[in-house]
């Protein structure tokens, strides 16, 4: 099992910029593709981004495509999202997971492993 908390939302401006953290515990990160999901309030929980587990393969939603940047470092068991030109629509909980076999999937339920959440605000 891998256990992942989150970090680095909070309030900000349109056009600011954000880097959330997800820090991996329990298992080498390394073993497993990693993906940045958002819920706002009464919407259901969309897809930001993925990344494989060597790093060879990252996709984005359109939404946040040019805007947002995933990454990860397996050494440090940590994973980012860093968000700029930040959107008023791009206020939501943002959730941190990862998969074992599933790659860089854009689906939520193919990640066994997720995170509490962080909240984003954007303010316009």
């Known amino acids: 099992q891998v256990q992942l908390v989150e970090s680095g939302g909070g309030l900000v401006q349109a056009g600011d910029s954000l880097t959330l953290s997800c820090a991996a515990s329990?298992?080498?990160?390394?073993?497993?593709?990693m993906g940045w999901f958002r819920q706002a309030p009464g919407k259901e929980r969309e897809f930001v981004a993925a990344?494989?587990?060597?790093?060879?393969?990252?996709v984005y939603a359109d939404s946040v495509k040019g805007r947002f940047i995933i990454s990860r470092d397996n050494a440090k068991n940590m994973g980012y999202l860093q968000m700029r030109s930040l959107k008023p629509e791009d206020t939501a909980v943002y959730y941190c997971?990862?998969?074992?076999?599933?790659?860089?999937?854009?689906?939520?339920?193919?990640?066994?492993?997720w995170g509490q959440g962080t909240q984003v605000t954007v303010s316009s």
């Open positions: 997971a990862a998969n074992r076999d599933a790659g860089a999937s854009q689906q939520a339920r193919a990640y066994e492993y």
């Open positions: 329990g298992r080498t990160l390394s073993s497993f593709a």
């Open positions: 990344i494989r587990r060597s790093v060879n393969y990252i």
